[in-house]
């Protein structure tokens, strides 16, 4: 078995940076908000990048946590993660977790403009996505994907692969009461025509 390469803060934020993309989202303005070494029992890092993500006409500035620790992350990991939003007077926050969520993870997060993306091996997100024979890998195959986190019929956490086209699941997660009332389900923009 092939052995995995480190997953550092700038791997992953390379990894969260890709995987925004890939599912059709522009990221920019992104800058270092924090970076933090998790004490026992978690015994990993944090990183937060503060940026602009957009998909045409809808925008969010955003905080993106990339956490990675040894134990499945809790309520207090997404609690932490609003109250850094709120701290950072950003409109979203996403939370890349290099662990399992725990159920009442996904409590914490109902309700706020909150998106939660587990990070897996590649093989692993492979081997449960269907989109060939599990134990053949392509070359393609990168080290890390995303994998993002809903509630399944008995409220437990399930995972589902980040593919392309999937950019309108991220908006409705990271979305606000506006949004929904907005008859298209995002902020209106600015007229073309309008004088600066």
Known sequence: MLELPEL????????AVRELRKVGL???????????????PERGY???????????????????????QQVPIGRAAVESLREHVREAGV???????????????LNAAQDSPLALLRVSDGRTAFDT?????????PAWLPAYCAQAVSRD???????QLLESGQRDVMVNQLGTKADAASPQGVE?????????
């Open 91 to 105: 409109e979203a926050g996403i939370l890349f977790g290099a662990a399992a969520f725990e159920r009442d993870a």
């Open 46 to 68: 944090l990183l937060e990048l503060k940026g602009v993500i957009s998909r045409a006409p809808w925008q969010r500035r955003i905080l993106i946590a990339c956490r990675r």
């Open 153 to 159: 019929l008995l409220g437990q956490p399930r995972y």
């Open 129 to 137: 996505s269907g989109w060939g024979t599990p134990g053949h890998y």
């Open 188 to 196: 209106p923009t600015e007229h073309p025509n309008a004088q600066a």
């Open 26 to 40: 522009e990221v920019s303005e992104l800058r270092v908000h924090r970076r933090a070494t998790l004490p026992e």
């Open 8 to 15: 550092t803060p700038e791997s992953f934020e390379i990894l």
